[in-house]
């Protein structure tokens, strides 16, 4: 299974298909992210054995931010935050914005001369 794996994200690098950087950031995000990118290139090329040219780094960097970037969403969405409610009393009869149902009449803004 592995090695399947392996040679399909070679075969895919080499014709440098889309969307091949974000799988191999996926797929490889916990060494990503203890080797950094110049490092991860260094040794992805010889896990995959291709020249270290045909990975592109720019790429890589990219692939790695996004990956971060969707960890982090994960994790802020996964923990229990309950929700509390900030309900205000108005000082002004009419100008409580936060409840929806205080909408000022029309009437309350009309002074006669």
Same mark, same amino acid.
């Given at each position: 299974?592995?090695? #399947?794996?392996?040679?399909?994200?070679? #075969?895919?690098?080499?014709?440098?298909?889309? /969307?091949?950087?974000?799988?191999?950031?996926?797929?490889?995000?916990?060494?990503?992210?203890?080797? /950094?990118?110049?490092?991860?290139?260094?040794?992805?090329?010889?896990?995959?054995?291709?020249?270290?040219?045909?990975?592109?780094?720019?790429?890589?960097?990219?692939?790695?931010?996004?990956? #971060?970037?969707? /960890?982090?969403?994960?994790?802020?969405?996964?923990?229990?935050?309950?929700?509390?409610?900030?309900? #205000?009393?108005?000082?002004?009869? /009419?100008?409580?914005?936060?409840?929806?149902?205080?909408?000022?009449?029309?009437?309350?803004?009309?002074?006669?001369?």
């Amino acid at each position: 299974m592995i090695r #399947q794996m392996k040679e399909f994200l070679k #075969q895919k690098l080499l014709e440098n298909k889309s /969307g091949i950087y974000s799988l191999i950031a996926h797929h490889y995000v916990d060494r990503m992210n203890e080797m /950094g990118c110049s490092l991860f290139r260094d040794w992805l090329s010889q896990e995959l054995s291709v020249d270290k040219s045909s990975i592109n780094l720019t790429s890589l960097y990219s692939a790695s931010r996004r990956e #971060q970037k969707k /960890g982090k969403s994960k994790s802020k969405t996964s923990g229990f935050k309950p929700v509390t409610e900030n309900r #205000q009393k108005s000082v002004i009869p /009419g100008s409580n914005f936060s409840d929806p149902s205080a909408i000022p009449s029309s009437v309350d803004n009309i002074t006669e001369m």
